[in-house]
Nanobody, 121 residues
Framework: QVQLVESGGGLVQPGESLRLSCAASGTIFNILAMRWFRQAPGKQRELVAAITGRVNINYADAVKGRFTISRDSAKNTVYLQMDSLKPEDTAVYYC???????????????WGQGTQVTVSS
């Protein structure tokens, strides 16, 4: 089985920073992509940032220039550095990963439990 465990959420003031971490553990043959989603109250879950392979990175327009996704392949961990946070960044942030558990099986999507990020003065 595979588990994704997130950490790093919290309450900050506008303009401050937070760093989220997500560590994958369990039976892992290869991780094809790691992503961060977020869901604000009353809104649909949306993709925030994704890293595929080692260098293919994408960001939602709303976070470009403020958020940075990175990955430590040796630790099966993905990070989301969030700078210049705004109240509209308030949401539950979820980690997602496309993981191959055995060489003979296709990848499956796994999700973390979510971590709350609140930006408020």
């Amino acid at each position: 089985q595979v588990q994704l465990v997130e950490s790093g959420g919290g309450l900050v003031q506008p303009g401050e920073s937070l760093r989220l971490s997500c560590a994958a553990s369990g039976t892992i043959f290869n991780i094809l992509a790691m992503r961060w989603f977020r869901q604000a109250p009353g809104k649909q879950r949306e993709l925030v940032a994704a890293i595929t392979g080692r260098v293919n990175i994408n960001y939602a327009d709303a976070v470009k220039g403020r958020f940075t996704i990175s990955r430590d392949s040796a630790k099966n961990t993905v990070y989301l550095q969030m700078d210049s946070l705004k109240p509209e960044d308030t949401a539950v942030y979820y980690c997602n990963a496309a993981i191959v558990t055995r060489i003979t099986t296709p990848s499956l999507d796994y999700w973390g439990q979510g971590t709350q990020v609140t930006v408020s003065s």
